[in-house]
């Protein structure tokens, strides 16, 4: 069974290593100091269990499992023993140790562990179904800005516009630059929401304020259309 484990505190995360050593089959893969860098480490590899402190700077476990599509079982390590009511609403959480961790409770939470069946991602037996992914819309988008993750709301997004190594992603209140591309963004936005009018541009249809010619006004920014795209974007508006 492949683990990772996540924990600010270099001491806490030495602890459950060492009691994972006691565990045959238990494999330690990584380490991390904090969600962002173990975001990046299951984008590329896939683990069947993560030790997941709850406080952590700037990013908190919970809002670590709500950035994961379809997590993998989940046991807490905390100091806080009053947020287990709240850890057991999610599906992918087995179980809840508190610091400091001693080797019969963690021994016991990996017996749970291994008697708990893998969760079914809802996505997959939506699938199964027949029912399309769009059934289950995802409602926000988290960037890495400054080693921090931030929640933006898809309808919250009127702009996104390329710039070399970079996007620019505009929204009601405030602008985000952030190193991605435009094709990976578009990836992760709603059809029913957004447009790529230009090799350049994202739109959120829902924003537009008026259409002439060849370009679009969205809020103040004038954008322009290609002419490739220009029908696309005539289907989607509710013509009179």
Same mark, same amino acid.
């Given at each position: 069974m492949k683990c990772i484990i996540i924990d600010d505190e270099a001491t806490a995360r030495a602890i459950i290593a060492h009691l994972c050593s006691s565990v045959d089959g238990l494999e330690v893969l990584e380490e991390f100091p904090n969600a962002i860098q173990a975001i990046k480490f299951l984008?590329?590899? $896939? %683990?069947?269990?993560?030790?997941?402190?709850?406080?952590?700077?700037? @990013?908190?476990?919970?809002?670590? *499992?709500?950035?994961?599509?379809?997590?993998?079982?989940? =046991?807490?390590?905390?100091?806080? #023993? $009053?947020?287990? @009511?709240?850890?057991?609403?999610?599906?992918?959480? %087995?179980?809840?140790?508190?610091?400091?961790?001693?080797?019969?409770?963690?021994?016991?939470?990996? !017996? #749970?562990? &291994?008697?708990?069946? =893998?969760? =079914?991602?809802?996505?997959?037996?939506?699938?199964?179904?027949?029912?399309?992914?769009? $059934?289950?819309? !995802? #409602?926000?988008?988290? %960037? $890495?800005?400054?080693?921090?993750?931030?929640?933006?709301?898809? &309808?919250? *997004?009127?702009?996104?516009?390329? #710039?070399?190594?970079? *996007?620019?992603?505009?929204?009601?209140d405030k602008n985000y630059t952030v190193h991605s591309t435009l094709k990976k963004i578009e990836e992760k936005l709603p059809d029913s929401l957004f447009l790529k009018v230009h090799r350049s541009y994202i739109i959120n249809i829902k924003k537009i304020i008026d259409i002439e010619d060849n370009s679009v006004l969205i809020e103040r920014d004038v954008i322009p259309i290609s002419r490739s795209n220009r029908s696309e974007l005539m289907k989607r508006l509710n013509l009179l």
């Open positions: 984008n590329k590899n $896939n %683990v069947d269990l993560i030790f997941l402190d709850i406080h952590m700077p700037d @990013f908190t476990g919970f809002d670590f *499992i709500d950035t994961l599509k379809n997590p993998p079982k989940v =046991v807490l390590t905390t100091s806080d #023993k $009053n947020l287990a @009511f709240e850890a057991f609403e999610y599906d992918c959480i %087995v179980d809840y140790l508190l610091k400091p961790v001693t080797l019969p409770r963690f021994l016991k939470a990996i !017996q #749970k562990v &291994e008697s708990t069946a =893998v969760p =079914v991602p809802v996505m997959e037996v939506a699938k199964k179904d027949g029912a399309k992914e769009d $059934n289950l819309p !995802q #409602k926000e988008l988290y %960037v $890495n800005i400054d080693r921090r993750l931030i929640k933006i709301d898809f &309808e919250r *997004i009127y702009l996104i516009e390329a #710039k070399g190594d970079y *996007i620019l992603i505009k929204t009601d």
